[in-house]
């Protein structure tokens, strides 16, 4: 969740419903990071929920304990989130905790309506435990070190916490009815379970005695923890469906104390219902400014829809759209990829959605390397993007990839094309020179791109989706360079790039190998992986038809590798999903696992489509993917091989296949293909 228009935009909120993850011990729900400023640093993280029933003696928390539990959005246009749990206490006793969350469009800001629903109206205490994570990340490393206090206001209890270069402030404060008081609080230390600096969760939770032992400060890894008395006659309501508790809770960010305190009062102030009516006006005039949904089929409609919030809600302050907003395993996806840029560009075109185009193609001109610069392999990286970037713009991993040179000078090339504005081809007319010189470049002397890292980032040679990349980037330069009247580097480039597209098969295509004739993930690959990358097939070479539009949709080449994607080594068993080549480790296991990777199919049934094996393959997949998604109804990154989400939910990659594949499928041919020879 995030907001399409004002001040949170910088607000991203994920959820997350464990009750949906076969691997995990746990069926809760919970909010599980929160950021601010920047996506790719948290602020807080898994924001618990937890009841105290002193009869009982039981502490019960909404991720840990619950039986059943559900995270929903309010609607596929508009991403309030909506979180379920239900607590079975020792008596055989239940309780629902539902939450519904929003972020602030008039203050940086989120503001949280939970309910505690009882079978009686017994004294019980509700608690609200969250990890903080204010300080600087290098994603590698977490670094760990802030502050939080509490502040005791006229008429309002604050937990105000700060990061160690006081530049990122967070408030946390809660409202019942009129009061803003905490029932007990304690600034603790994450980790440590004795103590004056013991953590929340450990005086909470482990301790299980409804008591709070009060701490007002502390410094570290925190987090922090806070109290709500409820029952024993107090003003709830109270009928034959059971004992209902009603209650705020507000987090508000700022870059200093005052401010932080000040926006989570004031969405207080406004309360929940106010909040709400501004979030669903902007996220509703966000969806009414872009092109019609492009079918009447409402399952269709309705992951479309979700999957254009999704990608919106993704897009940081900075312009470009995160890659993803949960982690596998330690590592985070909140990062911008050149490449996933590109084609999210592609997909907001597709959509009608060219503000939002123009400000990602607008920030990889931004972004792009202008100076002699040199990488871990000496190459002078000017004029190529690094692998990929934190949100302040700053470089992350540094490998080059193809895909990432010759893919922004085609997303300049497709806004501008499908606009027709030249005021976009003016102003990045320079990004796409720097871009398309590197490339004449890179030529190895023999008619070919030099070696460079395939687009999963694990291979170094002469990549199929890479170079069919470059050859896309320099057809495009050319059609940009006759626009504006460069015809001799437009010659330049096309004489270039059909040299390439001549030598393509024999660099990228094999006969004979263990799975059959195909295109590779790449030729003279580096090093001793298993199986060869230049003797598997991989997803990625259907990128050499669409988007690239190198190789043609009924090559013999493409078809035959088209023809494998059913192999079973290669899809997953039980649903028709294609990997991205056959014994992939990229899994959560890290050992190979049957399954597939919606993105993937999405390409191999492009490919199956415009090629003449299956003139379904699209519309099926338009059906068979909403068995792919998430609870809230989004594609994750990979699927198990009956279908399961197991990785990444969501990958804004994934959501903007299937947008493309919706516009592809009405328009009756592919959208974006790059020009031809």
Request: aromatic share 10%; charged share 25%.
């Amino acid at each position: 969740m995030s907001t399409p228009s004002g001040d949170s935009q910088h607000t991203m909120v994920t959820a997350n419903s464990y009750a949906d993850n076969p691997r995990s011990e746990w069926n809760g729900a919970l909010i599980e990071e929160t950021s601010a400023f920047r996506s790719d640093v948290e602020l807080f993280y898994n924001l618990h929920t937890l009841v105290w029933d002193p009869d009982l003696g039981q502490t019960l928390d909404s991720r840990n304990d619950a039986v059943t539990s559900e995270v929903d959005w309010h609607s596929k246009r508009v991403p309030e989130l909506h979180l379920t749990n239900t607590l079975r206490f020792a008596d055989g006793t239940e309780a629902d905790l539902t939450q519904r969350a929003v972020a602030s469009i008039d203050c940086p800001a989120l503001l949280l309506h939970n309910k505690a629903t009882f079978a009686d109206d017994r004294e019980r205490t509700l608690f609200t435990i969250s990890k903080l994570g204010i300080t600087a990340h290098d994603h590698e490393h977490h670094i760990t070190e802030q502050t939080a206090t509490v502040r005791h206001e006229d008429d309002c209890d604050v937990i105000v916490a700060h990061d160690d270069e006081d530049d990122r402030y967070i408030a946390f404060a809660q409202q019942r009815g009129d009061c803003r008081r905490f029932d007990g609080h304690r600034v603790g230390v994450a980790g440590e379970s004795r103590g004056p600096d013991r953590s929340a969760w450990s005086d909470i939770y482990e301790d299980n005695n409804g008591w709070i032992d009060a701490n007002e400060t502390a410094t570290g890894d925190l987090d922090v923890g806070f109290g709500l008395h409820c029952g024993d006659g107090q003003d709830d309501d109270t009928d034959a469906a059971g004992h209902t508790v009603e209650w705020l809770t507000a987090v508000g960010f700022g870059y200093s104390e005052a401010d932080a305190i000040a926006h989570a009062r004031d969405v207080l102030d406004r309360g929940y219902e106010a909040e709400l009516d501004a979030f669903i006006e902007a996220w509703e005039e966000w969806h009414d400014g872009i092109t019609e949904t492009p079918t009447d089929d409402p399952t269709v409609t309705d992951l479309y829809e979700r999957s254009l919030t999704s990608i919106k809600t993704a897009q940081d302050g900075c312009c470009a759209t995160i890659a993803g907003a949960f982690k596998p395993h330690d590592m985070t996806y909140k990062f911008i990829w050149p490449r996933d840029q590109v084609i999210i560009v592609q997909a907001l075109l597709a959509a009608g959605a060219v503000e939002e185009a123009a400000l990602a193609v607008g920030w990889l001109d931004g972004v792009q390397i202008t100076d002699e610069t040199y990488d871990d392999r000496g190459i002078d990286r000017r004029g190529t993007w690094w692998q990929n970037y934190y949100t302040t713009g700053e470089g992350h991993w540094r490998a080059l990839q193809l895909d990432q040179v010759g893919g922004p000078i085609y997303a300049h090339w497709l806004l501008w094309d499908e606009t027709g504005d030249d005021e976009y081809l003016d102003a990045h007319y320079g990004m796409s020179k720097r871009a398309a010189e590197f490339l004449l470049d890179w030529d190895n002397g023999w008619g070919f791109p030099k070696p460079h890292q395939d687009p999963w980032e694990e291979v170094w040679g002469h990549t199929t989706e890479g170079s069919a990349a470059a050859i896309a980037g320099l057809r495009c330069m050319a059609e940009l360079a006759d626009a504006k009247g460069d015809s001799e580097f437009a010659d330049d480039c096309r004489e270039t790039a059909e040299t390439w597209a001549d030598n393509f098969e024999r660099y990228c295509f094999k006969e004979n190998t263990q799975y059959g004739s195909h295109f590779v993930t790449a030729d003279k690959p580096e090093g001793n992986i298993h199986p060869a990358p230049d003797a598997r097939p991989d997803a990625a070479a259907f990128m050499a038809y669409w988007p690239w539009n190198v190789v043609d949709a009924d090559a013999d080449e493409l078809v035959s590798t088209a023809e494998l994607a059913a192999d079973p080594r290669w899809q997953a068993d039980s649903t028709p999903c294609v990997g991205r080549y056959p014994a992939d480790r990229y899994t959560p296991s890290g050992a190979p696992e049957d399954g597939g990777w919606p993105l993937c199919e999405a390409y191999a049934d492009m490919a199956r489509w415009q090629s003449g094996l299956d003139s379904d393959a699209v519309v099926d997949h338009l059906d068979d993917s909403t068995e792919w998604t998430t609870t809230a109804g989004l594609l994750p990154e990979r699927v198990d091989g009956d279908g399961t989400v197991s990785w990444n939910a969501n990958l804004q990659w994934s959501q903007a296949m299937y947008v493309l594949l919706a516009e592809s499928h009405v328009r009756g041919e592919p959208f974006g293909l790059a020009p031809e020879a």
